[in-house]
């Protein structure tokens, strides 16, 4: 979704607030917009598209040491150079970039008698600020008195052009990083963006409002009380975020997979190979009689994994929701629930707004996340950490896994707690499901191969499985069709016959997965179905199933952990299908990174 970057200090901010909307792009966006200000003119440079487009509509000859930078994902207002951000005031006197829903912006603009010239609930703030600043005669009083009547999500960077010297930024619900420099300091949505200009952040909390100076930062709440906050380090590598040999983030994290299985068993065991997981986890999974798993798409597929472990190995019913559709339609809660959220980015909002009701109601949360200080961290009562590594590309690879071998980790500890007998080692298989997973990268012109064998101008393609495969299945669905268009579906291997067969012809793609012994000849028997109708059939099957006339044959894990190893030649698959499309692989059309609208 949208990205803030802003600047204030000695350098030219053109090239950092540039730099920083492209460390943006993988949020997702559709235009962009930077704001520079010299002495007391404002330069405005908007465009629909891509960072390119407006690195080269800037005029690059603008001296300017304060700037404020935006990527905008649109919600209200179609996307165009009008509605992107920065939007400025009537007199020209105020300019603000936003990220977040105003949700009371037509209130606003009745109440306030406000014409805009944009569609969007952005241009409603920064004109509120010059409709109170006429009022007040004080920028800093009618920026805080605009926040209080605002309802909704907002991160906010506004510039003056009777004060170069000040950066007026927001924050409620939507994220927001102060980056403290030597001389200058930044805003960004988040570190990644102003990483190569410093390391050192300060969160902002909702409901609070910061004046950057160069040199200084000054926190308060909206009834003006001063906060005092530490800064802390950021702990990415710059390396991390960038794509180094490869073409595409996508491909990096599918290789980076077995390090961060790796990773996750450092992180989760101490020197003596004992699982080491926060007491107060173990209290909350050991007290409660049901688990709540909240999560939106890749996550969520990953959370019906960990229903099967959470289930066969630590006995407790899980019941695992789709975020958006939980919010509004919640069912009959147990006695004592425990509530686990799981994303990547932390801050969907869909999920936080599960969160946020839970938490009202007094239940406990546990975030599972890639991003420990996310809105979605801060906000549960305990949080596990993925340990994968900033996950650049909007499809979602070894966050998901990563997922899945987290769960793992945590339905063995609270099995342990239970005193349950276990003929499992999560260490163990996971360092074996690492390996494999390494063997599958390895052989990426076989999955290429493979597209172009089955899927090569295929308008749709159907994925089967039955248990942990269907699991699979709905994922490899998803990357399909999130990256490449191709119209996919991930089906129980068995409901096929139920209807959806009807759209099986002559070449219809079918890939099943056979990887579960109990129901290795119930997919087999499916497969059949479908080819007799005339479907391109092709069977990934773990070792030791029947495998003589199958395309590939998965390097042998542990039942329970087979969906960390089929997933990857469906990620690869998905990949080469986009990149034989010419599709921008890493960044697909329409979808964003990090959904912080509901
Ligand atoms: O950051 P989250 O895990 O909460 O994000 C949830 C989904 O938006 C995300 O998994 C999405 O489905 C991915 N693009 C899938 O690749």
Redesign the pocket.
């Known amino acids: 979704m949208c990205g803030i970057v802003g600047y204030i200090g000695q350098n030219q901010a053109t090239d950092i607030l540039l730099y920083g909307l492209e460390k943006l792009e993988y949020r997702g966006y559709d235009s962009a917009g930077i704001a520079l200000m010299n002495d007391e003119n404002i330069h405005l440079f908007k465009v629909k598209g891509r960072i390119e487009a407006l690195r080269e509509r800037i005029n690059h000859r603008i001296h300017a040491t304060t700037g404020i930078g935006h990527t905008r994902w649109a919600t209200h207002g179609a996307p165009s150079g009008v509605n992107a951000h920065p939007h400025q005031s009537p007199s020209g006197r105020y300019t603000l970039v936003h990220n977040g829903v105003i949700e009371n912006y037509q209130a606003l603009k009745r109440d306030y008698l406000i014409e805009t010239v944009s569609d969007t609930d952005t241009e409603i703030v920064v004109q509120l600020v010059e409709k109170l600043n006429d009022t007040y005669a004080d920028t800093v009083k009618a920026f805080r008195e605009a926040m209080r009547l605002l309802k909704g999500s907002y991160a906010i960077a506004m510039i003056d052009s009777e004060d170069p010297d000040t950066l007026y930024v927001a924050k409620n619900k939507s994220p927001l990083l102060i980056g403290l420099g030597d001389g200058f300091n930044v805003v960004a949505s988040d570190a990644m963006a102003t990483l190569q200009e410093t390391d050192q952040y300060v969160e902002i909390a909702d409901g609070e409002i910061v004046l950057v100076q160069r040199d200084r930062i000054d926190i308060q709440t909206l009834d003006g009380t001063p906060v005092q906050r530490a800064p802390y380090t950021a702990e990415i590598d710059l390396s991390d975020i960038e794509k180094g040999t490869y073409s595409h983030f996508m491909l990096k994290e599918i290789d980076e997979q077995p390090i961060v299985m790796r990773n996750i068993m450092n992180a989760y065991q101490n020197d003596h190979d004992e699982l080491s997981l926060d007491p107060a986890i173990r209290s909350a999974m050991t007290a409660c009689d049901r688990i709540y798993i909240i999560?939106?798409?890749?996550?969520?597929?990953a959370g019906l994994v960990g229903k099967s472990l959470l289930e066969k190995l630590a006995h407790i019913p899980v019941e695992v929701h789709v975020?958006s559709e939980f919010s509004y339609n919640m069912p009959l809660l147990s006695e004592k629930p425990l509530f686990i959220?799981?994303?990547?980015?932390?801050?969907?909002a869909?999920?936080r707004a599960v969160l946020v009701k839970v938490k009202e109601m007094g239940h406990h949360a546990l975030t599972i996340?890639?991003v420990p200080g996310s809105t979605?961290s801060r906000e549960a009562d305990h949080t596990l950490h993925l340990h994968a590594g900033p996950e650049i590309?909007?499809?979602?690879?070894k966050?998901?896994t990563a997922?899945i071998a987290v769960l793992a980790i945590l339905a063995v500890d609270t099995a342990n707690e239970k005193g349950i007998e276990l003929d499992f080692n999560p260490m163990q298989e996971l360092a074996i499901v690492a390996n494999a997973m390494e063997v599958l990268t390895d052989q990426k012109p076989t999955f290429e191969r493979l597209v172009n064998a089955y899927l090569p101008t295929s308008r749709n393609a159907f994925f089967i499985g039955r248990s942990a495969d269907y699991y699979v299945s709905l994922?490899a669905a998803?990357?399909l069709k999130?990256?490449s268009y191709i119209q996919a579906e991930g089906f129980a291997g068995g409901e096929l016959k139920h209807g959806t067969i009807a759209l099986i012809e002559d070449g219809t793609p079918v890939i099943a997965l056979a990887t579960q012994k109990d129901v290795n000849g119930a997919i087999r028997g499916n497969v059949q179905e479908v080819a007799a109708r005339g479907a391109n059939t092709m069977v990934i099957s773990m070792k030791g199933l029947d495998e003589a006339d199958d395309a590939f044959v998965l390097p042998e894990v542990h039942e329970l952990l087979t969906p960390l190893v089929s997933v990857v030649p469906m990620q690869l698959i998905a990949y080469y299908a986009a990149l034989y499309r010419g599709c921008d692989v890493d960044k697909?059309r329409n979808?964003?990174?990090?959904?912080t609208v509901e």
């Open positions: 999560a939106c798409g890749t996550s969520y597929h975020a959220f799981i994303s990547q980015s932390g801050e969907t869909d999920s996340t890639n979605l590309a909007v499809a979602s690879t966050a998901y997922q994922e998803l990357k999130e990256i697909p979808l964003a990174k990090s959904v």
